[in-house]
């Protein structure tokens, strides 16, 4: 069974960091690549950053320069660090493990950036 668990969400002041996390089971993991999706209220699920399985990295350009996604293979987790945080960026975050016609998704873990 595929298991893909977010963590790390909560309330944040502007201008705050966090880290989410995504811990995969049921895969095998260093041969899937792993994106971070968010969806605002009463909007798209959107593409927020992606990790391959050779760790090449890409942003959204609303992410680059302030997120950072980066994967840890022996422990089947993918993690997003997000800096310099702004109102805009609440939402619920999703990650998406896909490898040729796989895809699965997590549950999603809510941020919310607020003062």
């Known amino acids: 069974q595929v298991q893909l668990v977010e963590s790390g969400g909560g309330l944040v002041q502007p201008g705050g960091s966090l880290r989410l996390s995504c811990a995969a089971s049921?895969?095998?993991?260093?041969?899937?690549?792993m994106d971070w999706y968010r969806q605002a209220p009463e909007k798209q699920r959107e593409f927020v950053a992606t990790i391959a399985y050779d760790g090449s990295t890409n942003y959204a350009d609303s992410a680059k320069g302030r997120f950072t996604i980066s994967r840890d293979n022996a422990k089947n987790t993918v993690y997003l660090q997000m800096n310099s945080l702004k109102p805009e960026d609440t939402a619920v975050y999703y990650c998406n493990a896909h490898w040729r016609l796989s895809s699965f998704w997590g549950q999603g873990t809510q941020v919310t950036v607020s003062s």
């Open positions: 049921g895969i095998m993991f260093s041969v899937y690549s």
